[in-house]
């Protein structure tokens, strides 16, 4: 998998950075898919939209965010959302 080809590569690319790498596909059970195959190797997944995939759920970026600033920040952000998208 190329993917996978970048990943493990990723330190040895001369600046000595680790850069993210962003998927993009028109259909979500594609890119479920492919994460699924992805987090087997390497466990530094976020997926920025929901999805029903049940091994993908912790990787979901709501999920990061209650991870590192707790349930009441993410409530709180999500009803400031909701509020803003109603008026």
């Given at each position: 998998m190329i993917l996978r080809?970048?990943?493990?590569?990723r330190g040895k690319r001369g600046d000595g950075a680790t850069k993210p790498v962003l998927l993009v596909s028109p259909a979500?059970?594609?890119?479920?898919?492919?994460?699924a195959g992805v987090v087997g190797f390497e466990p530094n997944v976020v997926r920025v939209?929901?999805?029903?995939?049940?091994?993908?759920?912790?990787?979901?970026?709501?999920?990061?965010?209650?991870?590192?600033?707790g349930d009441d920040a993410?409530?709180?952000a999500v009803a400031k959302v909701s509020k803003k998208q109603a008026s």
């Amino acid at each position: 998998m190329i993917l996978r080809a970048l990943l493990d590569n990723r330190g040895k690319r001369g600046d000595g950075a680790t850069k993210p790498v962003l998927l993009v596909s028109p259909a979500s059970h594609t890119l479920d898919r492919v994460l699924a195959g992805v987090v087997g190797f390497e466990p530094n997944v976020v997926r920025v939209a929901s999805t029903r995939a049940e091994g993908l759920k912790a990787h979901n970026l709501s999920a990061k965010v209650r991870e590192v600033k707790g349930d009441d920040a993410h409530a709180a952000a999500v009803a400031k959302v909701s509020k803003k998208q109603a008026s």
